[in-house]
């Protein structure tokens, strides 16, 4: 099967089911795993360009209505007869569990599909269990735009994992995926650990001097005590199995303690020979 991923998170979906071998071409965006990095770029998923994708004569195009925009995206891909599936755009860890399940559907790979839902499953699981032996969670602020701010709120797989890692999301009283707000309301809530994660920009061009210069950022519970983390955004951002990894990475930081320490060489829904142990 020829297979073409528009969106990051498609990407890694294929990934963990393993059809990277199958990918003939992905978005420019899509980073993951290293072995894709030599596949045709098609553009920016949101500007994809189509004459591309149609000359690599797919099999299954994986689309996605997972920023608004892509509609042009699906347009496209019916004008011109390219084969195509919209893979469900997930809001929680458990719908991102129900993608595994979806692709492997489409793609024909339902049996390795079952057996990594199942494993995705345990895991979260473990995870609840431990969250319930944190006598005192933690309470984070998770920044995922910087101008104007966003944060995420009640309906974000983030607020979830923030329990499963012994913590409480700052904003979790607001019914929304995002929350646009501003510094005075985060000041107000004081949280003892900070999160950046900007959307789109690679760790190492995060500028923490951004936050830090904003009034009153000096007075917070969690800059006084250095509790500012620059964490790598496409383990907490994107909503494919890997957000597992960014759940592993932040309860090690908020309670190593209690939780295993994060190893980001292992993942244990790809490495059959490793076992989760805890």
């Known amino acids: 099967m020829r297979l073409i991923s528009i969106c990051p998170s498609n990407t890694e979906l294929a990934a963990y089911l393993g059809l990277t071998s199958s990918l003939v071409g992905v978005d420019n965006y899509s980073d993951w795993p290293e072995d894709i990095q030599s596949l ?22 994986l689309a996605s209505l997972s920023v608004p925009g892509m509609e042009r995206n699906i347009e496209e891909l019916k004008k011109r007869n390219i ?57 984070l602020y998770w920044e995922w735009w910087a101008k104007p701010i966003f944060t995420p709120g009640a309906t974000n797989w983030l607020t979830e994992i923030s329990k499963l890692a012994g913590g409480r999301n700052v904003f979790e009283d607001v019914a929304q995926s995002s929350v646009k707000t501003e510094w005075e309301e985060v000041l107000q809530r004081n949280p003892e650990v900070i999160c950046v994660i900007w959307v789109g920009v690679q760790i190492e061009k995060v500028n923490p001097k951004v936050i830090l210069k904003r009034p009153g950022t000096e007075n917070m519970g969690a800059i006084k005590n250095n509790q500012l983390y620059i964490l790598d955004e496409p383990l907490f ?16 930081i908020l309670h190593p303690s ?19 142990l805890l």
């Open 237 to 252: 951002c994107r909503p494919s199995p890997r957000l597992l990894l960014g759940l592993f990475k932040i309860a090690s």
């Open 258 to 276: 209690i939780y295993p320490p994060f190893n980001e060489n292992i993942d244990p829904l790809l490495d059959e020979e490793v076992e989760f």
């Open 83 to 139: 084969p195509f599936v919209i893979v469900p755009n997930p809001k929680t860890l458990t719908e991102v569990g129900e993608s595994i399940l979806f692709v492997g559907e489409v793609t024909n790979t339902s049996d390795k599909a079952n057996q990594l839902f199942k494993k995705y499953n345990t895991i979260l699981e473990k995870y609840q269990s431990l969250s319930k032996l944190v006598q005192k969670p933690a309470t």
């Open 40 to 61: 045709p770029r098609l553009g920016s998923d949101l500007d994809i360009d189509m004459d591309k994708v149609e000359a690599l004569q797919p099999d299954l195009v």
